[in-house]
């Protein structure tokens, strides 16, 4: 039954719910956690979002812990010198997020099936194009096939799999892109 205090369009809480008395609607999100136009702000340290899937806002299926990185985009101008300069360089200045998140079983199917297609696929180009010729795989047309798979392999699963992007990470928030309905599920800053 419903009480008058309760949502009527709130969706229905789960047993595994960790909070399954404080549901996030409108006006009401967990600790640090605001919306700020059309990015979801956290704290930079353990976030702990609700347990709905943070693409489409369906009851969450499949808990995770995950961190994010980032750096300013004008670092990217050091690859053109050097990757290894870059790379370097990146791992110094970068900023980390760290939070919980849910996912629907279809948006972590999916996930899954991108990170299978990103390293089982990318491994297996690879090893195609590494073959020796004596196991038949000197056909020109065949190792542009394998070529055209270790760079199309890790593009579609890094597409796949990504669900939640970090726009920017400070000391003290990070602001994310989420799906739209779970990002409208939290009131705006005025």
């Known amino acids: 039954m419903m009480n008058s205090k309760q949502n009527p369009y709130e969706a229905p809480a789960l047993a595994s719910d960790p909070e399954p008395t404080s549901p996030v609607t409108p006006g009401r999100a967990p600790r640090g956690v605001r919306r700020a136009g059309p990015f979801l702000v956290i704290p930079v340290r353990g976030a702990r979002l609700p347990t709905r899937c943070v693409v489409c806002n369906a009851p969450g299926a499949a808990r995770s812990h995950r961190k994010l990185h980032r750096h300013k985009p004008g670092y990217y101008f050091l690859f053109l010198f050097s990757p290894l300069v870059y ?3 990146a791992l110094l200045v970068r900023k980390q997020t760290s939070f919980e998140m849910s996912l629907c079983a279809q948006h972590d199917r999916r996930r899954r099936f991108g990170l299978w297609i990103g390293w089982l696929g990318t491994l297996a180009s690879i090893v195609g194009l590494l073959a020796p010729p004596a196991m038949g795989f000197d056909n020109p047309l065949l190792t542009l096939a394998f ?3 270790a760079i199309t392999c890790p593009i579609v ?3 796949l ?10 000391k ?3 602001w994310l892109h989420v799906g739209r309905p ?5 009131s705006n800053d005025g």
């Not at 799999?161 to 400070?170: C, E, G, L």
């Not at 779970?182 to 939290?186: K, T, V």
């Open 87 to 89: 790379l370097i360089v």
């Open 147 to 149: 070529v055209f798979a």
């Open 157 to 159: 699963g890094v597409a």
């Open 161 to 170: 799999s990504k669900v939640i992007t970090a726009q920017r990470i400070d």
């Open 172 to 174: 003290r928030s990070a």
């Open 182 to 186: 779970f990002l409208d599920s939290f």
